[in-house]
């Protein structure tokens, strides 16, 4: 083992004796870029070096003349799509169908509500009912289900207002000491005493 690790090395030494010798391009190139080099010191002197030159020789302010008031450019009134027909009609003696412009604004649909109203349980907290956390730690999530995203963090005895019981075992609850409002697995809660 010890013969095959001296003759790698031995063969990349004379690798590098052979073929490691810079070009003068390179060389050349090299001492450009340390000639090129400034260190900070010598970035200080010259930087010093300028100021105290200009020091010396203050340049005139430069006198501004009456700024010029802006032209107004006539504006052109800019014209809005307008959708024709969507069918091709090969009738010519056909009805006009309705133009819509853009300035023909529509009444957006009511929205239904898609999700209704979970029913809350037998043991329904009433409003601004304040219960404490009794978990060393409880994650607080965005949404009824250990499947949202942990938002926050109740702690041992911290103060819960509920805002609501889902009948699924869980609490949408408003932390008082974080102002964290989310929700929270109700077997974790405590009621008032």
Same mark, same amino acid.
């Given at each position: 083992?010890?013969?095959?690790?001296?003759?790698?090395?031995?063969?990349?030494?004379?690798?590098?004796?052979?073929?490691?010798?810079?070009?003068?391009?390179?060389?050349?190139?090299?001492?450009?870029?340390?000639?090129?080099?400034?260190?900070?010191?010598?970035?200080?002197?010259?930087?010093?070096?300028?100021?105290?030159?200009?020091? =010396? #020789? @203050?340049? $005139?302010?430069?006198?501004?003349?009456?700024? &010029? %008031?802006?032209?107004?450019?006539?504006? !052109?009134?800019? +014209?809005?799509?307008?959708?024709?027909?969507?069918?091709?009609?090969?009738?010519?003696?056909?009805?006009?169908?309705?133009?819509?412009?853009?300035?023909?604004? =529509? #009444? @957006?649909? $009511?929205?239904?509500?898609?999700?209704?109203? &979970? %029913?809350?349980?037998?043991?329904?907290? !009433?409003?601004? +009912?304040?219960?404490?956390?009794?978990?060393?730690?409880?994650?607080?999530?965005?949404?009824?289900?250990?499947?949202?995203?942990?938002?926050?963090?109740?702690?041992?005895?911290?103060?819960?207002?509920?805002?609501?019981?889902?009948?699924?075992?869980?609490?949408?609850?408003?932390?008082?000491?974080?102002?964290?409002?989310?929700?929270?697995?109700?077997?974790?809660?405590?009621?008032?005493?």
């Amino acid at each position: 083992m010890l013969k095959w690790v001296l003759g790698l090395c031995a063969a990349l030494y004379g690798i590098l004796l052979y073929f490691g010798e810079p070009t003068p391009e390179e060389l050349a190139a090299r001492e450009a870029r340390e000639l090129q080099q400034v260190t900070r010191s010598e970035t200080v002197a010259l930087v010093t070096q300028s100021l105290s030159e200009e020091e =010396a #020789e @203050p340049e $005139p302010a430069p006198v501004l003349s009456q700024t &010029p %008031e802006p032209t107004s450019e006539p504006t !052109s009134e800019i +014209e809005s799509p307008v959708l024709v027909s969507a069918s091709p009609s090969t009738d010519a003696t056909a009805e006009p169908t309705p133009v819509v412009t853009a300035t023909t604004i =529509a #009444e @957006p649909a $009511p929205q239904l509500e898609t999700q209704a109203e &979970p %029913e809350q349980s037998a043991s329904a907290a !009433s409003s601004n +009912e304040i219960w404490r956390v009794t978990a060393r730690a409880v994650n607080l999530r965005a949404g009824p289900s250990t499947n949202n995203a942990v938002v926050g963090r109740a702690t041992l005895n911290d103060s819960a207002e509920i805002i609501e019981m889902l009948p699924s075992g869980w609490a949408k609850v408003y932390i008082l000491e974080t102002g964290t409002e989310a929700f929270m697995s109700a077997q974790f809660l405590a009621a008032p005493e």
